[in-house]
Every structure is written in structure tokens, then in C-alpha cells.
């Protein structure tokens, strides 16, 4: 697991500020870069990209470990190893928020979701509330069913859906169960949603279905040809799944009123990536594809791009698949540039400003942005 130590390291070099493994440009206009380790990527081939480094860090991990996720949670980046160690980190400068082991190795966790003042994780049939400042548990909950994907909550309840077809709602106060609802067929839930007002879910079957946050009330259901893939992402007013009919959906999520279908010609095997000109979907033989977020259609595919990065302004910052970061103009359907940045297996989607962040196996971590 990542090993920590006590000591706390604060120094001022070229106007740059080290803290414990992470530097800290001191002026954003004449960005400077000294580090005591190695850079993960080279800043002059930043800067023949128009990117530069906002900062990097670097967490000491044992032989046997590495990094497995990325996970961006409002102004954290969360850091899982595949140990199932959690380094919560602030994702503006790099500097390391708390870190713990969140789970036995061996056991399995099922995502990692925030409401305001909390984080929280399934761990095997456990949902565990941690305080997003220290880490500590919050409170810990006994589950009497299996969970079949992410727990999501809102203002009043946890929604946590079982292997059984059937998502329970709890109240968030006392983690009392108030009531429980599932598909008209029990088919298989795989992901779900949850507003004040309303809460969306998906299953293996093809249904995308809401009902009322407070009581097991249907809203609306959509079918769609075949089972959907999840998971389902809501952003804005409408919710967005690939289906294995090959189609990526928009629907809009308080009604379910249908807005746009786009055929990808290959079975799916993930949810979109969603941003605000484009919705992103990988399929293994085509690539890449950018949706018009709009309109639904195809502005272009990039067979070598793999999953969305980032966005910022007409560019769209994408995963490759061999080792690098490819730069694309939305608007002209073309490649503008591409960075070979070796050993760099992980990034985090960010669908919320122009952030980067890439990570080695090894714990090498860097936030990068636009120069303009």
C-alpha cells in the first residue's frame, strides 16, 4: 500500500513551493518548474502542445501495487491502488488531502461517490461514509443484499441497487430503509442516478426508468432496442447510455422524453463520456467517436483515441492507445497534435473545466492545462 510519512517538507525554489512531492508554480504567467524527481512528461513537449504542468506528485507505493484509478469528485482527485488504498488528494495543487486503506485488498469495492460533506464506497456488503477532510468513517452500514453498482444518495436517501433487481432507498439520517423499487420485468440494475426529485436507473434488458425520490412511484420508462451499458451519466437536464443496439441515447431526465439517438455500427461496451460541446464513446474497431452534443451526430472519429480527457475551448484532450495524449480540434474533425508520454496508463475523465491528470503505475501523478 502507499506508505506515508510524517515529516513535512516546505521550501521556496525559483518562486515554485514543494510540499511533500508536489510543486507549486508560484506565478501562473512564467511558469517554473524545479522538482527533485524525475518529471512524468517533459514540459518542452508540453509547450510544443500548448500545455504546460500546473503541478506533479509522486506516491511512494510497494513492490506489488500500483495505481489503478483516477476519480475526479469536485475538487478532490482520488487515487485508488489496486490494494484498494485511497490517496485523496486537492486536485488545484496537488497537495495530499488524506490517504488510508479503505477496504481489505482482497475484498472488492464498488465505486466512490460525495454528497457536500462526505465520501462514501461499497465495500463488499458494507456502506462506508468517510469524512472527505480526514478520511475517518463517518459511519459504517451493515448491507443484507449484494450491491450491483455504485450507491448514489441525494438530500434525504442513499439509493443502493442489489444483484437482485431491486434498489433500496435509505434515509440518509438514520439509514433507515423507507422503501424499495424495481423494474417491471426484475431485470438486472446496473447503474443509477439520483436528483432531489427523481431518481434514473438502467438495466441489462434495456430499460431506463425513474421514479419519484421519496416514494417507490414510477415516473417514466424508456426501452431501448437492446441492454443498456452503464454506466448511465447524467449531466445537465439529460441523462445519456450506450446500448448493445449499437445506438448512444439522450433522453431528458426529469420526463424521459426522447431527444436524440446516434448508431455507433458496434456493440458498446461502456457508458458515454459526457462534456460540454461532446459526448464521447469508444468502440474497439472504429476508436473514438465525438458526438455533437446538440444534434447527436458524429463530428468524428480518431481510431487510436481511446477515452475523453478533457475539454477546453474547440480542443478535446484524449487518451490514446499507446501511451500518450492526443490533441483534436472539435470543429474541423481533426487530430492537431500528439504527446508520447510513456509509462502513462491512467487518466481521470474530467467533464467539469480543462484539467488534466495523468498517472504512471509507479505513483507518478501530473495535473496539466492549457497554456490558452
Given at each position: ?108 469495492v464498488i465505486g466512490l ?90 438495466t441489462d434488458t434495456g ?166
Open positions: 500500500m502507499f506508505k506515508l510519512t510524517g515529516i513535512l517538507v516546505l521550501f521556496t525554489v525559483c518562486g515554485c513551493v514543494y510540499k511533500g512531492g508536489a510543486v507549486y508554480v508560484g506565478d501562473a504567467n512564467q511558469p517554473v518548474w524545479q522538482s527533485v524527481r524525475e518529471h512524468l512528461v517533459s514540459p518542452k513537449q508540453l509547450a510544443d502542445s500548448g500545455l504546460e504542468i500546473v503541478w506533479q506528485n509522486e506516491l511512494p507505493i510497494k513492490q506489488g501495487e500500483s495505481l489503478d484509478k483516477l476519480i475526479i469528485l469536485g475538487d478532490k482527485l482520488c487515487v485508488l491502488s489496486n490494494r484498494n488504498f485511497l490517496t485523496v488528494l486537492n486536485r488545484f495543487d496537488g497537495s495530499i488531502v488524506f490517504s488510508k486503506v479503505f477496504a481489505e485488498a482482497e475484498f472488492p461517490g460525495s454528497y457536500q460533506d462526505e465520501l462514501f464506497t461499497i465495500e463488499s456488503r458494507r456502506l462506508i461514509e468517510m469524512n472527505p477532510q480526514s478520511g475517518a468513517d463517518i459511519r459504517i452500514t451493515s448491507l443484507e443484499f449484494t450491491a450491483a453498482c455504485p450507491a448514489v444518495r441525494n438530500s434525504a436517501f442513499f439509493y443502493i441497487a442489489g444483484t437482485d433487481g431491486r434498489i433500496r432507498a435509505f434515509r440518509a439520517a438514520d439509514m433507515v430503509k423507507m422503501f424499495e423499487v424495481g423494474a417491471p420485468d426484475d431485470s438486472a440494475i446496473n447503474s443509477v442516478v439520483a436528483e432531489d426529485e427523481f431518481v434514473v436507473f438502467t430499460r431506463c426508468i425513474s421514479f419519484a425520490a421519496n416514494a417507490s412511484k414510477y415516473l417514466w420508462q424508456f426501452d431501448a432496442e437492446g441492454g443498456i451499458v452503464g454506466p448511465l451519466a447524467k449531466n445537465g437536464d439529460s441523462v445519456f447510455f450506450g446500448s448493445k443496439d449499437t445506438y448512444v441515447y439522450r433522453l431528458e431526465a426529469a420526463t424521459g422524453k426522447f431527444i436524440w439517438k446516434c448508431l455507433m455500427g458496434e456493440r458498446l461496451e461502456k457508458g458515454p463520456d459526457v462534456a460540454a460541446k461532446c459526448v464521447y464513446r469508444y468502440s474497439r474497431n472504429k476508436g473514438l467517436a465525438a458526438i455533437d452534443r446538440a444534434s447527436g451526430k458524429i463530428l468524428w472519429r480518431l481510431p487510436e483515441g481511446k477515452r475523453l480527457i478533457a475539454e477546453a475551448g474547440d480542443k478535446a484532450y484524449l487518451a490514446s492507445g499507446v501511451d500518450g495524449i492526443i490533441v483534436a480540434d472539435i470543429g474541423k474533425s481533426e487530430r492537431q497534435s500528439g504527446i508520447s508520454i510513456p509509462g502513462v496508463s491512467k487518466y481521470a475523465v474530467n467533464a467539469i473545466d480543462s484539467k488534466i491528470y495523468i498517472a504512471d503505475d509507479m505513483g507518478r501523478i501530473a495535473c496539466l492545462k492549457p497554456t490558452k
